[in-house]
């Protein structure tokens, strides 16, 4: 099946600070990508929509100058989560949509964001 | 309400038993309907998806009432290594992004 990488898996850093997540297809092109997030015991919760060439489109209650999203090419999408508090903690996981897909995602492992 | 709905469990049930899990959706305009298994501090993975017709792989048989709008899964002979949280997963027409229920938990115990 396809690949989807996401670095860093882990990563804690202090409140205030920014930090970037990326989201990779490594065997076949994304026009869009999906960015989820979740916390302990909920499910996955839609973020925002990366297209690749354009603006994203944020969900309902989703700051986008908080969460900033690229999606500079057909395989990399990143989120950047600007100036962290802890209530951002959570797991961020990303899934990529092939160009000649039907419903199909395949999904990224994970990032596991911890602010201090 | 819920978009995708869910007992949230768990269910404990013993190796080799069988389990039945169902998950009710709101919105009629669904379109395509999904397993997905999810292991603790990991990422969704397809289980299968799910058609009118059901279908079945191995021990798992997936059935879909659009009628009623609930989707069920079923997993026969139990191993420990099933012992994950499956969440129910809907597609609706014109939209793009999967919406993911809450998740079962099953635990299944030796």
């Known amino acids: 099946g396809a690949v989807v990488s996401q670095h860093p898996s882990r990563v804690i850093c202090k409140s205030g600070t920014s930090v970037k997540i990326e989201c990779r297809s490594l065997?076949?092109?994304?026009?869009?990508m999906f960015w989820y997030r979740q916390f302990p015991k909920q499910s996955l919760m839609l973020m925002a929509t990366s297209n690749e060439g354009s603006k994203a489109t944020y969900e309902q209650g989703v700051e986008k100058d908080k969460f900033l999203i690229n999606h500079a090419s057909l395989t990399l999408s990143t989120l950047t989560v600007t100036s962290a508090h802890p209530e951002d903690s959570s797991f961020y996981i990303c899934?990529?949509?092939?160009?000649?897909?039907?419903?199909?995602?395949?999904f990224g492992p994970g990032t596991r964001l911890t602010v201090l | 309400r819920k978009e995708v709905e869910q007992d949230p469990g768990p269910f404990n049930v013993p190796e080799g038993a069988t389990v039945a899990f169902n998950c009710t959706y709101s919105n009629s305009a669904s379109q395509s309907f999904f397993w997905y298994r999810q292991d603790c501090r990991k990422e969704p993975k397809l289980l299968m998806s799910?058609?009118?017709s059901g279908n079945e792989d191995g021990r798992f048989t997936a059935q879909l009432n659009r009628a009623s709008q609930y989707i069920s899964l079923l997993i026969r002979d139990s191993k420990l290594s099933d012992s994950a949280t499956y969440l129910c997963v809907v597609n609706s027409r014109g939209r793009r992004a999967l919406t993911f229920g809450s998740g079962t938990r099953l635990q299944v115990q030796p």
């Open positions: 899934s990529a949509r092939a160009l000649d897909s039907t419903d199909t995602q395949y």
């Open positions: 065997d076949f092109q994304a026009t869009t």
């Open positions: 799910v058609y009118s």
